[in-house]
């Protein structure tokens, strides 16, 4: 991952939590299972897997959310998270479903997921964007890779309020994503800030983004 200022303007590899990576990423591992359940567990209540058979998680971390999914019947769950810890915690929270090809895991990025085009129905990331080296990269590849009339959610913490973006910046979140999904809205949940849009039904390639320089 390129050794440049973040999109918030945070620097990269500070924060364990950001990027785990070796004893302390996986010591963060632990620490995100325990305490990011009840939000990872509020957004999927909130995004709702009705009518889903193919659902992506960009960014799972220790795979909690993954095995929220997995455990509904009839899903395919795809993950993808550029740490190699998170990958191998993920995949051993998940060992019987990756068994039976219910979850595949591999290594990934909000940019590039290495999954084909519109392949998915429903896109989600929890607490990774402000991770992002830039956010319309990843935008692009969220409507890539979903279907026609497929649904991307990307949230972000209200709490601890030190973890909170500014107005500012949640403002910038929803511009990127409305730049490539044409619109986006916002919603709060009790812990989570959501973002949502939906891949129009008979979506241009690469989105309807126009200037994205610098975003
Ligand atoms: C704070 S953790 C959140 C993990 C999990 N989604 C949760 O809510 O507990 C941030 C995760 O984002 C991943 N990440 C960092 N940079 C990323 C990027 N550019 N694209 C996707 N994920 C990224 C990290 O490896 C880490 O697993």
Same mark, same amino acid.
């Given at each position: 991952m390129a050794e440049r200022e973040l999109w918030t303007g945070?620097?990269?590899g500070s924060n364990p939590f950001a990027l785990p990576r070796g004893p302390l990423g996986r010591a963060a591992g632990w620490v995100l299972a325990v305490t990011n359940r009840a939000q990872n567990a509020e957004v999927l209540r909130a995004a709702g897997v009705a009518g889903c058979r193919r659902v992506l998680e960009v960014g799972h971390g220790p795979g909690v959310l993954v095995r929220m999914l997995a455990e509904v019947p009839g899903l395919s769950v795809t993950g993808v998270d550029p740490s190699p810890e998170m990958v191998a915690m993920a995949r051993r929270r998940n060992a019987a479903a990756v068994r039976a090809g219910r979850v595949r895991l591999h290594r990934g *990025?909000?940019? $590039?997921?290495?999954e084909p085009d519109a392949a998915f $129905?429903?896109?989600?990331?929890?607490?990774?964007? !402000? =991770?992002?080296?830039?956010?319309?990269?990843? =935008?692009a590849e969220f409507h890539r890779v979903l279907r026609p009339g497929g649904r991307a959610v990307i949230t972000w913490h209200r709490f601890p309020e030190s973890f &909170? %973006? *500014?107005?500012?910046?949640? !403002? &910038?979140?929803?511009?990127a994503m409305a730049l490539r999904f044409g619109a !986006? &809205? &916002?919603? =709060? %949940?009790?812990g989570s800030v959501v973002f949502e849009a939906v891949k129009e039904a008979r979506a241009v390639p690469g989105g309807s983004a126009r200037a994205v320089q610098g975003a």
């Amino acid at each position: 991952m390129a050794e440049r200022e973040l999109w918030t303007g945070q620097p990269p590899g500070s924060n364990p939590f950001a990027l785990p990576r070796g004893p302390l990423g996986r010591a963060a591992g632990w620490v995100l299972a325990v305490t990011n359940r009840a939000q990872n567990a509020e957004v999927l209540r909130a995004a709702g897997v009705a009518g889903c058979r193919r659902v992506l998680e960009v960014g799972h971390g220790p795979g909690v959310l993954v095995r929220m999914l997995a455990e509904v019947p009839g899903l395919s769950v795809t993950g993808v998270d550029p740490s190699p810890e998170m990958v191998a915690m993920a995949r051993r929270r998940n060992a019987a479903a990756v068994r039976a090809g219910r979850v595949r895991l591999h290594r990934g *990025t909000a940019a $590039d997921t290495g999954e084909p085009d519109a392949a998915f $129905d429903l896109v989600l990331s929890v607490n990774t964007v !402000a =991770m992002w080296p830039y956010l319309d990269p990843g =935008m692009a590849e969220f409507h890539r890779v979903l279907r026609p009339g497929g649904r991307a959610v990307i949230t972000w913490h209200r709490f601890p309020e030190s973890f &909170r %973006l *500014t107005p500012e910046q949640l !403002a &910038r979140v929803e511009e990127a994503m409305a730049l490539r999904f044409g619109a !986006a &809205r &916002r919603r =709060m %949940l009790p812990g989570s800030v959501v973002f949502e849009a939906v891949k129009e039904a008979r979506a241009v390639p690469g989105g309807s983004a126009r200037a994205v320089q610098g975003a």
